[in-house]
């Protein structure tokens, strides 16, 4: 059974602190995505990855950035956490010999700015 | 890509078909629709997706119009655990966005028992 895993399912940090969020996938995929969803406004791209060490802005990428050192791993850093990143963030992982629109995601991680 | 427009309720009775519209009439020739639920505090789960023949697999059905600006996902026998919320995304198949997908606000099924 395919899987995408986050690190945490609910995180609480203080504004101004460094934050991970980590994503793994088993399913050998090139591409991840790292998504955050809000009430009335769905969910918007942060980031994505098509390779290893390479990285593409999404449409909403201010605060934040990504590292991809090994295929199976994406991470998500917030670089000084604020209150208005409080949200649930999801991963996403495909592979490109399936449809772009064929992603599967992880259960999302809950992470809360004071 | 092209803009979805589906219902923001909709209900059915437990065991009955499920069927949730989705407008997308300035959809493109090659652009496919997919369809995803989110159950409460899970990730988006793939469902179906469908270019212009109609698709069927374990989870649901697709039904696509002939002109293609409309479509209709059925669940046919609905169950408790089908209460989500169902998206409906048009995504063309290429591309050089690496398969982004932008999620509406789709549309929430309340199944009563």
């Known amino acids: 059974d395919v899987k995408v895993t986050q690190s945490s399912r609910y995180l609480v940090k203080r504004t101004g602190e460094k934050v991970f969020l980590e994503c793994v996938q088993d399913m050998d995929h090139e591409n991840m995505f790292w998504y955050r969803q809000d009430p009335g406004l769905g969910l918007r791209l942060i980031y994505f990855s098509y390779d290893v060490k390479m990285k593409e802005k999404g449409d909403i990428p201010e605060g934040y950035s990504v590292s991809r050192e090994k295929k199976e791993r994406f991470s998500l850093i917030l670089e000084s956490a604020s209150t208005n990143q409080t949200s649930m963030y999801l991963c996403?992982?495909?592979?490109?010999?399936?449809?772009?629109?064929?992603?599967?995601f992880g259960p999302g991680t809950r992470l809360t700015v004071l | 890509d092209a803009k979805t427009t589906q219902p923001t309720s909709m209900d059915c009775a437990e065991g009955r078909a499920a069927n949730l519209p989705c407008n997308h009439s300035t959809i493109s020739g090659n652009e496919y629709v997919y369809w995803y639920r989110q159950i409460h505090s899970q990730g988006p789960q793939y469902i179906i997706h469908?270019?212009?023949n109609n698709e069927t697999n374990e989870m649901a059905s697709l039904i696509i119009t002939e002109d293609r600006k409309s479509s209709t996902l059925i669940l046919p026998h609905a169950t408790l655990r089908d209460t989500a919320v169902y998206y409906c995304?048009?995504?063309?198949?290429?591309?050089?966005?690496?398969?982004?997908?932008?999620f509406g606000q789709g549309t929430i099924l309340t199944v009563h028992p």
């Open positions: 996403a992982s495909s592979s490109p010999s399936s449809l772009p629109g064929e992603q599967f």
């Open positions: 469908g270019l212009k």
């Open positions: 995304i048009v995504r063309v198949a290429g591309g050089t966005s690496y398969g982004k997908l932008t």
